[in-house]
T-cell receptor, first 119, second 115 residues
Framework: DQQVKQNSPSLSVQEGRISILNCDYT??????FLWYKKYPAEGPTFLIS?????DKNEDGRFTVFLNKSAKHLSLHIVPSQPGDSAVYFC??????????????????FGRGTQLTVWP | NAGVMQNPRHLVRRRGQEARLRCSPM?????VYWYRQLPEEGLKFMVY????????ESGMPKERFSAEFPKEGPSILRIQQVVRGDSAAYFC?????????????FGPGTRLTVT
């Protein structure tokens, strides 16, 4: 049962342009969302996250948008660079515990999107 | 501050043997998560542990798989009587008690090949 879906297995973008990676989820209990980047033969590297109480979070060239009514989130990379070429995974979770400092539970991952940024 | 460490990085086992995968979380992290990635798929959750406790094992196969995170030493994922279908990359992640508990930091993974 795939609760987090990335429907585009690949995306190709020219250097300097915007990359938009999309992710859909089905479980309305998810309240925290993350994006990871992964190179071959390495572990995933955390990029950016967003809580369900927000609709946008920005960190440098990376911005994540969350549309709760559509159960959709997207990662924007501007400007794209050749070093951004990697597989990008969307992940979602349900936090448990009280208030701040609550623990992140298991992550549900999408299947990933291979981003290629060409010069 | 060293990242999450996993060893071995590559492990080859024959069918029926046991595989032991080790994970040392980042310093100050007491939450450990194990995930498995099959070829062409995303990561699938297996188990979530804190020191000496299993918090969530809903992703663990019912047989042959076990995990522990003792008071001292690394977390261990143990697979008994391995089969070819166990061939995969196994990733460990850790998160802190305080500060930024909302991120899980991943190790480089152990690639298990069952021949």
């Amino acid at each position: 049962d795939q609760q987090v879906k990335q429907n585009s297995p690949s995306l190709s973008v020219q250097e300097g342009r915007i990359s938009i990676l999309n992710c859909d989820y089905t479980n309305s209990m998810f309240d925290y969302f993350l994006w990871y980047k992964k190179y071959p033969a390495e572990g995933p590297t955390f990029l950016i996250s967003i809580s369900s109480i927000k609709d946008k979070n920005e960190d440098g060239r990376f911005t994540v948008f969350l549309n709760k009514s559509a159960k959709h989130l997207s990662l924007h990379i501007v400007p794209s660079q050749p070093g951004d070429s990697a597989v990008y995974f969307c992940a979602a979770s349900v936090k448990f515990g009280a208030d701040r400092g609550s623990t992140l539970g298991r992550l549900y991952f999408g299947r990933g999107t291979q981003l290629t940024v060409w010069p | 501050n060293a990242g999450v460490m996993q060893n071995p990085r590559h492990l080859v086992r024959r069918r029926g043997q046991e595989a032991r995968l080790r994970c040392s979380p980042m310093k100050g992290h007491s939450h450990v998560y194990w995930y498995r990635q099959l070829p062409e798929e995303g990561l699938k959750f297996m188990v979530y542990l804190q020191k000496e406790n299993i918090i969530d094992e809903s992703g663990m196969p019912k047989e042959r798989f076990s995990a522990e995170f003792p008071k001292e030493g690394p977390s261990i994922l143990r697979i008994q009587q391995v089969v070819r279908g166990d061939s995969a990359a196994y990733f460990c992640a850790s998160s802190p008690d305080r500060g930024r508990p909302n991120e899980q930091y991943f190790g480089p993974g152990t690639r298990l090949t069952v021949t």
